[in-house]
């Protein structure tokens, strides 16, 4: 919540009749609460008052309990919030309780919140997850925009990438950097579920070999070999036969680079979104190529891979979720998307080097 708790006169109660003859069982400490929840989600995240129901009944099980406060959205739930005194303490069991109410059939809520005016917790659906959150979305004209810190947190593994968001990353730490991005292209994730699994499956490969390529050359020129067979099959599935491979790995990443730069000129039918994967596997590729006959074969990773890693996000977060990326010119929302990311990449790395993954915040 974006203000502290405070005491709602009872002249200004909202939905007054409603809160305290439905539900006799109700006291004035859980009606505060929820006083303060109302009149804080119109003046602060501007929910639409008509917008806004209490003691909404919802079926659980064989039994009828009825929401605190339940939102709608296009006439439909879409947050459900259950509120108790201050003097709770048993938050974990009224956790549970708001996302009983948000998972009925009746509801099938989006969000679901718990708060005795000092917590407040919020829960949004991932999947079949629900998943932390820090806060609700504002809400503009009735419509929500989500925060990016709300997606990121539900899709950690985007996390580790975005430290990096707007940096170079030293030429030390190019590896780790390949290693967190091919962890994000290759995992079932809400930001990528909308490109073509082909191109991920090669965005992944070719990864596998910038990440590994100073140590296994065998093993990289068969990774790279598996890419070159995603690309393939993605083009013919278009219609077109291409021809991506090659003898060595230098070789096939020459002509898939080339390959790909001449197939997309032409590509006409190419999702927007598949479009900006492959511009990334073309900036990663043309990475690769640069490393042939190096002394040191890392070198910093410069704008050519970032802008397009982070236009290819910021483009999938349009698409998925209505939300977008802070832009580039504002330093200071930059920094704090690093900030917020810095302890995943530090997770992260630790599981690199042998720890268990933790990512998610709580």
Known sequence: MRSDFYTVSRETWLFAGTATESDGKRTQPEEDVRQWCLHELLRAYGVLIGNLQVERPVRVGTRTHRADIVMLQDNRPYIVIECKS???RKHDEAMKQAISYATAADMNAEFAVYTNGDVWWVRRRVKDQWVPVPDLPTFRDGAPTTDWQDILLAVDRAGPVLYWLDETVPVKQAAEYFGALQRFFHASNEITADTDHKLLWSAGHVLRVLDDVNRHPNYTGGKLSHACDGLNKYWQARGIEPSFGGDDLWEMAHHAWADLSCHMEGARDVPALDHQAIRVILALLDYLNRM?????KYRAIESSIQTEVRAYIDLALKLRFNAQLPDPQD??????????CRPLWSEYLKERNGGPW???RK
């Open 86 to 88: 201050r003097r709770t």
């Open 292 to 296: 042939k006959g190096r002394r040191v």
């Open 331 to 340: 330093k200071i929302l930059v920094q704090d998307v690093r900030d917020f």
């Open 358 to 360: 933790t990512g998610r």
